[in-house]
């Protein structure tokens, strides 16, 4: 069993920042991708950043220059800080972990529940 739990989700006001949290735990071998997706009201989920165990990162365009994911391996954490949030970034953050419950096993990916973000203009 892997329980992924987010945290630092809140209210803020336009170009405020915000940093977010999220941890992986219980029978976990080795985590591959960590990552960020959003769902704002009425639309698809949608990536916003991930980071390999190496430490690349990708981002979606609309958020390069203001948002930085970080991760810590050793914790199976990984941070996503968000400055100079628009009402565009208003939504639902959820944390995604890919994760090995076992050597040489398949990777299967871990959701979290997700944590609101919303974005006073």
């Known amino acids: 069993q892997v329980q992924v739990v987010e945290s630092g989700g809140g209210l803020v006001q336009a170009g405020g920042s915000l940093r977010l949290s999220c941890a992986a735990s219980?029978?976990?071998?080795?985590?591959?991708?960590m990552g960020w997706y959003r769902q704002a009201p009425g639309k698809q989920r949608e990536l916003v950043a991930f980071m390999n165990e190496g430490g690349g990162a990708n981002y979606a365009d609309s958020v390069k220059g203001r948002f930085t994911i970080s991760r810590d391996n050793a914790k199976n954490t990984v941070h996503l800080q968000m400055n100079s949030l628009e009402s565009e970034d208003t939504g639902v953050y959820y944390c995604?972990?890919?994760?090995?419950?076992?050597?040489?096993?398949?990777?299967?990916?871990?959701w979290g529940q997700g944590t609101q973000v919303t974005v006073s203009s």
């Open positions: 995604n972990a890919d994760v090995r419950t076992r050597r040489g096993g398949p990777l299967f990916r871990y």
């Open positions: 219980g029978s976990i071998f080795s985590v591959n991708t």
